[in-house]
């Protein structure tokens, strides 16, 4: 049975893409910050629900060098790893802090730079899928997003610096932006930005996780160093006044 470790896999995006792995029989390493009921979430469900040996939960804050080669430990091999824990930032930019800086890019950055580190070095012996979930941020600017976006950019083009370093060890490395996804977290800001996107709704967790599922799938695997965005056309809409 092959194993995939999402992080941040307790709600919203995470959780979707934790649930699509267990229907397509696989293990999950299911991973989030820490152990409390917030972070557990439905974590009981999901072993009721796909068998409790198929789920495994592991935790602790990523940005800390010491605990990515802890959190592994007890997966021998790792065939997909989802950096998808995250947070985001909005503030004007005026107004933000060097902590708000270094708390961004400390989870955002860091935390996927050393479980990618990990994995590639210890538990991907036969190659493997790395899936770095960024955000439309990693392409197009808003504002009071000044921090996320640049965090978010830098994921993406560590994704593109990994798939070429690893591409010799079978490993490939892909990114995956989002665009407006209704999840708890932002489901208010979702729905004010219905009009910004082409296809008139937000994009559904799901609808990410099928992406992910395909990339980390034998029908992605010449897909490398990629940034696949997912959001209803959303960039495309640069002007949305017509002309003439």
Same mark, same amino acid.
């Given at each position: 049975?092959?194993?995939?470790?999402?992080?941040?896999?307790?709600?919203? %995006?995470?959780?979707? =893409?934790?649930? #699509?792995?267990?229907?397509?029989?696989?293990?999950?390493?299911?991973?989030?910050?820490?152990?409390?009921?917030?972070?557990?979430?439905?974590?009981?469900?999901?072993?009721?629900?796909?068998?409790?040996?198929?789920?495994? /939960?592991?935790?602790?804050?990523?940005?800390?060098?010491?605990?990515?080669?802890?959190?592994?430990?007890?997966?021998?091999?790792?065939?997909? *790893?989802?950096?998808?824990?995250?947070?985001?930032?909005?503030?004007?930019?005026?107004?933000?802090?060097?902590?708000?800086?270094?708390?961004?890019?400390?989870?955002?950055? #860091?935390?996927?730079?050393? *479980?990618?580190?990990?994995?590639? #070095?210890?538990?991907?012996? $036969?190659?493997?899928? =790395? %899936?770095? %979930?960024?955000?439309?941020?990693? /392409?197009?600017?808003?504002?009071?997003?000044?921090?996320?976006?640049?965090?978010?950019?830098?994921?993406?083009?560590?994704?593109?610096? *990994?798939?070429?370093?690893?591409?010799?060890?079978? =490993?490939?490395?892909?990114?995956?932006?989002?665009?407006? =996804?209704?999840?708890? #977290?932002?489901?208010?800001?979702?729905? $004010?930005?219905? !009009?910004?996107? !082409?296809?008139?709704?937000?994009?559904?967790?799901?609808?990410?996780?099928?992406?992910?599922?395909?990339?980390?799938?034998?029908?992605?695997?010449?897909?490398?160093?990629?940034?696949? %965005?997912?959001?209803?056309?959303?960039?495309?809409?640069?002007?949305? *006044? !017509?002309?003439?």
């Amino acid at each position: 049975m092959k194993l995939a470790v999402v992080t941040g896999a307790n709600t919203g %995006i995470g959780l979707a =893409i934790a649930e #699509r792995f267990l229907e397509d029989g696989y293990a999950v390493g299911y991973a989030t910050a820490g152990n409390d009921e917030r972070h557990t979430g439905p974590l009981e469900a999901l072993q009721a629900t796909y068998g409790e040996g198929n789920v495994t /939960h592991v935790y602790g804050d990523l940005s800390d060098p010491q605990i990515p080669a802890k959190l592994l430990e007890p997966f021998t091999t790792i065939d997909v *790893l989802v950096n998808n824990a995250g947070l985001s930032t909005a503030k004007p930019f005026l107004e933000l802090t060097t902590e708000d800086f270094d708390l961004t890019f400390n989870v955002d950055v #860091r935390a996927s730079f050393l *479980l990618a580190q990990e994995a590639a #070095r210890n538990h991907m012996p $036969k190659g493997g899928s =790395i %899936i770095n %979930i960024t955000s439309v941020h990693e /392409h197009i600017p808003r504002p009071n997003f000044a921090v996320y976006a640049a965090a978010k950019a830098a994921l993406g083009m560590l994704s593109k610096a *990994l798939a070429l370093e690893l591409a010799e060890q079978n =490993i490939r490395v892909n990114s995956v932006a989002p665009g407006v =996804i209704a999840t708890p #977290r932002n489901e208010e800001d979702a729905e $004010k930005l219905d !009009p910004e996107v !082409p296809l008139g709704r937000p994009g559904k967790p799901e609808e990410v996780a099928a992406l992910v599922a395909w990339l980390a799938s034998d029908e992605g695997a010449y897909a490398t160093g990629q940034s696949y %965005i997912l959001d209803g056309g959303m960039t495309q809409q640069v002007v949305k *006044l !017509p002309a003439g």
